[in-house]
T-cell receptor
Framework: RKEVEQDPGPFNVPEGATVAFNCTYSNSASQSFFWYRQDCRKEPKLLMS???SGNEDGRFTAQLNRASQYISLLIRDSKLSDSATYLC?????????????FGTGTQLKVEL | GAVVSQHPSWVICKSGTSVKIECRSLDFQATTMFWYRQFPKQSLMLMATSNEGSKATYEQGVEKDKFLINHASLTLSTLTVTSAHPEDSSFYIC??????????????FGPGTRLTVT
């Protein structure tokens, strides 16, 4: 079983739509949670951290359920520029340090 | 945010040759650097973690003699793919972080290097 699982998509949605992505993680040593955005042939870029209380950044809302080991990202009023792959990422404690583990990503295509 | 550069951005080499990729933190001291590899439509897979002045820690299944990592300074780490083969063709991304091994500082990613081995 993968440590971080996501539906690969693609999700094709019209401009202005609301779309939600889900992610599950298996490692109980996961300490921090993030959503990254990756454009084609580019490096991943941090979109937002995810907190247990839920957090919002403009049109983006992230939720974390530690009991279910489940993370979500909601995008409202989708823009064409939101088209990208969204990576669910967890930070896991390791011996003497910590590391980021990435999901395979969910591809979003926003269309006119 | 902080800036991490990688060089080259893309490289094509012949099978059997070695390729060196540089990763630099431009405006902060990177005590820890990470090297990832990403195949098409797959996730980033951590290859190794290196702390400045120490030997790199490789993930399971990554050959340390094939992927040589040097982190000799707080701003530079290099990854050398030795005797490259077509199956090594991939997108290699470095990431840098300040602080100590157990700290939760943000990681900053380089723009990646696309390696094609013919």
């Amino acid at each position: 079983r993968k440590e971080v699982e996501q539906d690969p998509g693609p999700f094709n949605v019209p401009e202005g739509a609301t779309v939600a992505f889900n992610c599950t993680y298996s490692n109980s040593a996961s300490q921090s949670f993030f959503w990254y955005r990756q454009d084609c042939r580019k490096e991943p870029k941090l979109l937002m951290s995810v907190y247990s209380s839920g957090n919002e950044d403009g049109r983006f809302t992230a939720q974390l359920n530690r009991a279910s080991q489940y993370i979500s990202l909601l995008i409202r009023d989708s823009k064409l520029s939101d088209s990208a792959t969204y990576l669910c990422v967890v930070r896991i404690l390791t011996g003497g340090g910590n590391k980021l583990t990435f999901g395979t990503g969910t591809q979003l295509k926003v269309e006119l | 945010g902080a800036v991490v550069s990688q060089h080259p951005s893309w490289v094509i080499c012949k099978s059997g040759t070695s390729v060196k990729i540089e990763c630099r933190s431009l405006d902060f001291q990177a005590t820890t650097m990470f090297w990832y590899r990403q195949f098409p439509k797959q996730s980033l897979m951590l290859m190794a973690t290196s702390n400045e002045g120490s030997k790199a820690t490789y993930e399971q299944g990554v050959e340390k003699d094939k992927f040589l990592i040097n982190h000799a300074s707080l701003t530079l780490s290099t990854l050398t793919v030795t005797s490259a083969h077509p199956e090594d063709s991939s997108f290699y991304i470095c990431s840098a972080r300040g602080g100590l091994a157990g700290d939760f500082y943000e990681q900053y990613f380089g723009p990646g290097t696309r390696l094609t081995v013919t």
